[in-house]
């Protein structure tokens, strides 16, 4: 089993940051890569950016590209996703899954690719 706990939500008026943290516990050793998605209200849980847990790679949706930045420190296991220029669209829970199974890119930007949650973090960006 592996436990998530994000923190570091909150409300941000547009055109400022946020950096989220999700803390990883349990059979960490397991995990293959780590994903944040984002839920906004009346409408499905999306993708929003992945990290390989070994290598470091990184893959982002395009709506978050140059504003949005996923890391990793593999020592804490810990993973950020640092959000920059937010905007009101960007209002959503924001959750934090780790995948242990190897799965394709069109996998891992699934609910499907990932094994584990966490209970999610608020963040709400006003106009």
């Known amino acids: 089993q592996v436990q998530l706990v994000e923190s570091g939500g909150g409300l941000v008026q547009a055109g400022g940051s946020l950096r989220l943290s999700c803390a990883a516990s349990g059979r960490t050793f397991r995990i293959y890569a780590m994903g944040w998605f984002r839920q906004a209200p009346g409408k499905e849980r999306e993708f929003v950016a992945r990290?390989?847990?070994?290598?470091?790679?990184?893959y982002y949706t395009n709506s978050v590209k140059g504003r949005f930045t996923i890391s990793r420190d593999n020592a804490k296991n810990m993973v950020f996703l640092q959000m920059n220029s937010l905007k009101p669209e960007d209002t959503a829970v924001y959750y934090c899954?780790?995948?242990?199974?190897?799965?394709?890119?069109?996998?891992?930007?699934?609910?499907?690719?990932?094994?584990?949650w966490g209970q999610g973090t608020q963040v709400t960006v006003s106009s």
């Open positions: 899954a780790a995948g242990i199974r190897v799965g394709t890119t069109a996998t891992m930007e699934r609910d499907r690719g990932y094994d584990y």
């Open positions: 990290i390989s847990w070994s290598g470091g790679s990184t």
